[in-house]
């Protein structure tokens, strides 16, 4: 159901035709997020990471919605495989500030992954 939800928004923000407030983000997180359980939301997660090479155009969206995830699930659970960190580094190299969300979101130190979370 989630993933239906992620599509329709990324349809949403593609669409030149849509109108985007400046709550957009804001709206997407309280309706579909912060309602969740703490496992609802790290099922998730895993679901969203993929999301992020599909589509890195939305990065930032994708990011800040991984990071309520995240905040969501309430775990220091691993929900990605490490290797992905710098593929990630690597595909945002030309935003630093989508590389520093990463890092949060991944719990990099010194552009390396810690897998205790």
């Known amino acids: 159901m989630f993933k239906d939800e992620l599509n329709e928004f990324i349809r949403f923000i593609s669409d030149p035709e849509s109108e985007l407030d400046e709550w957009y983000l804001s709206d997407f997180k309280d309706e579909h997020i912060w309602k969740m359980q703490s496992y609802e ?17 939305y990065g930032y969206e994708l990011l800040e ?12 659970e691993l929900f990605y495989e490490p290797g992905i960190v710098p593929l990630l580094i690597d ?6 500030y989508l590389i520093n969300m990463v890092k949060r979101i991944f719990n990099c130190r010194y552009g390396k992954s810690s897998p205790s979370g």
């Open 65 to 76: 919605i991984i990071s309520a995830l995240k905040e969501t699930s309430d775990t220091t």
């Open 91 to 96: 595909l945002y190299k030309e935003d630093s």
């Open 41 to 57: 939301a790290f099922s998730c997660l895993r679901e969203a990471v993929p999301y992020l090479f599909a589509y890195p155009r």
